[in-house]
């Protein structure tokens, strides 16, 4: 395998990123997990066995990111998930607009201009209707594989609204609305469109930019991708490995710093 | 008869012979410590005012422990016209500057809960909030607060001061004199200041009726031109932040805006500015800064985060960002051109009506595109307060326009003036580092 020259990884709220890549940012190794309650011995347990496994010495770059960024001690640069996310997605895409990233309990709104450069950006506060956790939670109360919400939403002939946006609430409307007899796809698509529609505020006030660029584990979801491209108006382009976008920024920004040659981890 | 006397014994006792001299022999003393600011952070020490100065503030809620039953007292709004009332001998307290006091000293949620516990909305105004609750509750930093003999309200900063001080009415059952201003789209007419003139010639007879003795219109006079030279002074305090490295934060000016705020048109405020403008010249010419490595100018929108105001500062210091502006001590400062003794109630209904709140949206972009330009600012940060309304509608325009006609980084921070419970530490901490960063790719 080849040596990696640099590590990105990407602790967020509900999974753990890792991603190697060599001197021409091409990836060697990703890996990914979910977060566990001590994220700093899980970043350096994966940090290590990547090491190990790509057989790489000692000194490469390890750049962190993620709510988890600072618990990682190991790291030689902790850069914000904004930085990182728009470095990943350029990276991809090599054009100006928007990223759209739908994570656990955050989603970005990023502007890049035409260099890769970051003009703007926002972030959902102290609330996590728009996130992936709305799903994720009304997956895990339905029974339901949270692979198939997309595909099961699609299927319906029409939307069952959901007037709650509230993650909790919007819980115990579900039931409800079962209860009625509402058919599950119906429902389904109504919750879909309530979190875009919330997402869409957000993009729409930052005044983007075409195109779209989907990335983060909500990009996974077909029904949250077509529905935004119909609220938005703008053509979605769909990053190739949405949920690594963060990490892969992070070890681009890890070769192209001048970084001390400091030893990411004692081995 | 005997209440007022022991009241007058006790102040002139126990504040004037005891409390006060005992204050500032503990400030010349040097008995109150530095903070540690200065020491191991990238912040140096802040300038100060001499610890006279600084009695001398402290010295103004000293007093109102004592003053009940000597001298009249008031409740104000922030943005009320004071001259009057300062003219007839009032002890003039700020709710809204208690309320800031609160939220500093880390006390305001608590004290927010207890007006919660009796049925005001978490969505109402958080100055209200710690106003009312501290009446409700009996809680303050301040051992005492003074009971008032007048409420006076000006709708010049918000809507929410008719309601809250009409619930304040209702509670301590003393008068309350409401002075309406009407918004100003654009420079207010001699209609629009005929209108509040004649509401100040209405508050005059109610005020004095509550003072017991007439208004003498040269200490009108005199009031208002004190008022006009340390709102000057404010100004030129404020701008000395134009030098390179800027000897102040705004962080330092939310602090030293106390002054301007509560002993506007006493011969205090003159002193304290002019002590601390000459200090701020001083460091100008060692060309010390206030932030240890400057390397990003910040200009700040909205009221500061008062319960986060020193880690704010240090984590944005670390970062080399001195905010060196903020369109809130700016707005204390910036009409003071405005101001003329020689015809004091005219001036006043004129500069109280074009308080910055009481213009459109327009009109503050356009005092930020200035002061991005007098300042040197390489970016803005919009805090995006959830409880004062009216100063944060317009900021996601303001912050469009800012990025993509100034092209000058703006960030909207959400959070809330004086309630913790709206501040979300790690995603506020995500976004300031993300627009340093994006500062960082300009340079």
Not at chain 1, 37 to 64: D, N, W, Y
Not at chain 2, 245 to 260: C, N, Q, V
Not at chain 2, 277 to 282: A, D, P, T, V
Request: charged share 20%.
């Amino acid at each position: 395998m080849t040596l990696p020259a640099a590590i990105g990884i990407d602790a967020g709220s509900t999974t753990i990123k890792l991603v190697a890549i060599d001197r021409k940012g091409e990836v060697i190794l990703q890996v990914i997990e979910k977060t566990e309650p001590l994220v700093a011995p899980q970043a350096e347990r994966l940090l290590k066995s990547v090491l190990e496994e790509t057989g790489a010495s000692g000194s490469v770059p390890v750049v962190a990111t993620g709510y988890g960024r600072k618990l990682i001690r190991s790291a030689t640069l902790h850069k914000t998930e904004i930085a990182c996310h728009a470095a990943g997605i350029y990276e991809e895409f090599q054009q100006a607009g928007t990223l759209v990233d739908i994570g656990g309990q955050d989603t970005k709104v990023i502007r890049l201009d035409s260099d890769g450069r970051v003009i703007n950006f926002a972030m959902n506060d102290k609330c996590a209707a728009g996130t992936g956790r709305f799903l994720e939670n009304l997956a895990n109360r339905l029974n339901i594989p949270i692979e198939k919400l997309g595909p099961e939403a699609l299927g319906a002939s029409k939307a069952q609204p959901i007037s709650s946006t509230c993650t909790v609430f919007a819980e115990s409307e579900v039931i409800s609305l079962l209860a009625e007899g509402i058919p599950l796809q119906e429902i389904l698509l109504g919750l879909h469109q309530a979190l875009i529609s919330r997402l869409s505020a957000m993009v729409q006030a930052l005044q983007p930019a075409p195109p779209i660029f989907l990335s983060g584990g909500g990009a996974k979801n077909p029904a949250l991708a077509q529905l935004l491209e119909n609220s938005l108006g703008h053509p979605i382009r769909i990053s190739a490995r949405p949920q690594f976008v963060g990490a892969y920024g992070a070890a681009l920004i890890g070769l192209k710093t001048d970084l001390p040659s400091k030893t990411a981890l004692p081995l | 008869m005997m209440q007022p006397n022991r009241s007058r014994l006790r102040y002139l006792l126990g504040y004037r012979c005891f409390a006060k001299p005992a204050l500032y022999v503990r400030f010349l003393a040097g008995f109150r410590k530095p903070g540690k600011t200065g020491q191991n952070t990238a912040l140096n020490a802040p300038v100060g005012v001499s610890a006279w100065k600084k009695a001398g503030l402290a010295n103004h809620y000293l007093e109102g422990r004592y003053v009940e039953g000597v001298r009249k007292v008031a409740w104000v709004t922030s943005g009320a016209p004071i001259e009057i009332l300062r003219a007839l001998g009032f002890y003039v307290f700020y709710p809204e500057n208690h309320g800031a006091l609160c939220g500093a000293r880390k006390v305001a949620t608590e004290i927010m809960q207890a007006a919660e516990q009796q049925g005001y909305s978490p969505a109402l105004c958080s100055y209200a909030r710690t106003d009312l609750g501290s009446l409700l509750s009996g809680k303050t930093p301040l051992q005492k607060i003074p009971r008032p003999d007048l409420l006076l309200a000006c709708t010049n900063i918000c809507q929410t001061v008719l309601s809250w001080y009409r619930c304040l009415a209702e509670y301590l059952n003393v008068p309350l004199y409401l002075i309406d201003t009407p918004f100003l789209f654009r420079d207010a007419t001699p209609d629009q200041i005929d209108y509040v003139k004649r509401q100040l010639e209405g508050l005059i007879p109610v005020a004095e009726q509550v003072a017991g003795r007439s208004l003498k219109w040269s200490r009108l006079r005199q009031v208002v031109s004190w008022s006009k030279e340390a709102t000057q002074l404010w100004l030129e305090v404020l701008e000395t932040a134009k030098a390179k490295p800027s000897p102040l934060t705004a962080f330092d000016g939310f602090i030293h805006m106390a002054p301007i705020v509560e002993q506007r048109g006493e011969t205090h405020a003159i002193r304290y500015y002019r002590d601390l403008l000459k200090r701020l010249q001083n460091r100008i010419q060692r060309r010390e800064g206030a932030v240890k490595e400057e390397r990003f100018r910040v200009l700040w929108d909205n009221l500061p985060v008062w319960y986060r105001l020193r880690h704010l500062a240090e984590f944005l210091a670390e970062r080399g960002v001195n905010v060196v502006a903020s369109t809130y001590t700016y707005a204390w400062a910036e009409l003071a051109p405005m101001m003329d003794s020689n015809r004091p109630l005219e001036t006043i209904a004129r500069t109280y009506l074009h308080v910055f709140l009481n213009r459109p949206a327009r009109s503050k972009l356009k005092v930020m595109e200035k002061m991005i330009h007098d300042f040197q600012i390489d970016g803005v940060i919009l805090h995006s307060d959830r409880s004062c309304k009216p100063y944060s509608l317009g900021q996601m325009d303001q912050r469009d326009h800012l990025v993509s006609r100034l092209n000058v980084p703006a960030l909207l921070l959400e959070a809330d003036h004086n309630d913790s419970r709206a501040f979300a530490e790690q995603q506020i901490r995500t976004r300031l580092e993300a627009f340093v960063e994006m500062m960082e790719q300009r340079k």
